[in-house]
């Protein structure tokens, strides 16, 4: 595989992206991996790395491209903070659309997955952009809340959700909990939408993070096999 930073056109901004690619010449399904707090950091772009090392075009936006540190400072605000769902949407669209023009990619069979604040960004982009054929948030917190000038939260707009979900979840997180995972549960069984909930005993929020102290192997490797094989059932099969 090969991987490398890229430049794309986000309406009058420009966003960095990284980009992992298998060897050959595909196409290949695609998958965009959605940043935690910490942005495109190493743990994100290993996971591009490992993605496509299965076979994935696998691609990380930086979505903190907007911000600077004058902004912040300005601001008394973090980056994080900053985020606005509606500039979310618009950078996630920019990167399947990316995806679907890139010769190497089959733009059909397109997954998103996502870690911590990554995982609220999946369930958003599966509620806002409806080429997903598969989405996998990793314990994704603040669903039921909206960011910047979006008017109603990712759960809120949970009915626009047009492909299956597979979602991990640390017993003892708190954020999302155990009650968190009970509304998700029972607001996808009410809309009819294909899920998959996993909880994995004793983890914590970023068990899969093997750069941070709450990484447990036990709950990483089972979550990771899992999310593979989903991913091959949706966008390979």
């Not at 900053?82 to 990316?98: G, H, K, N």
């Not at 806002?128 to 996998?136: E, H, L, W």
């Amino acid at each position: 595989m090969s991987s490398s930073w890229e430049t794309i056109q986000v309406g009058q901004s420009e966003m960095g992206i990284y980009l992992g690619m298998p060897q050959g010449t595909g196409p290949f399904p695609a998958v965009v991996v959605a940043q935690a707090a910490g942005g495109v950091d190493e743990f994100i772009q290993t996971i591009v790395d490992r993605l496509a090392g299965e076979g994935y075009a696998a691609v990380a936006p930086d979505l903190y491209h907007r911000t600077t540190v004058e902004i912040e400072k300005a601001t008394g605000k973090t980056r994080r903070q900053l985020l606005d769902d509606t500039e979310i949407v618009a950078d996630i669209d920019a990167t399947v659309s990316f995806l679907q023009n890139h010769a190497s990619v089959y733009g059909q069979r397109i997954g998103v997955t996502g870690f911590c604040m990554g995982g609220r960004v999946v369930w958003l982009a599966a509620v806002s952009n409806p080429n997903f054929k598969a989405c996998v948030p990793f314990y994704g917190g603040f669903i039921m809340d909206s960011w910047g000038a979006a008017t109603q939260s990712p759960f809120e707009l949970s009915k626009n959700i047009n492909c299956p979900m597979m979602f991990h979840f640390g017993e003892v997180d708190k954020n999302p909990s155990l009650d968190d995972m009970a509304r998700y549960d029972e607001e996808l069984t009410r809309l009819g939408k294909p899920h998959e909930f996993y909880v994995y005993s004793g983890a914590d929020h970023r068990f899969l993070d093997h750069t941070f102290t709450a990484y447990q192997k036990e709950a990483s490797e089972l979550s990771w096999a899992r999310t593979l094989d989903f991913f091959a059932a949706n966008l390979k099969a």
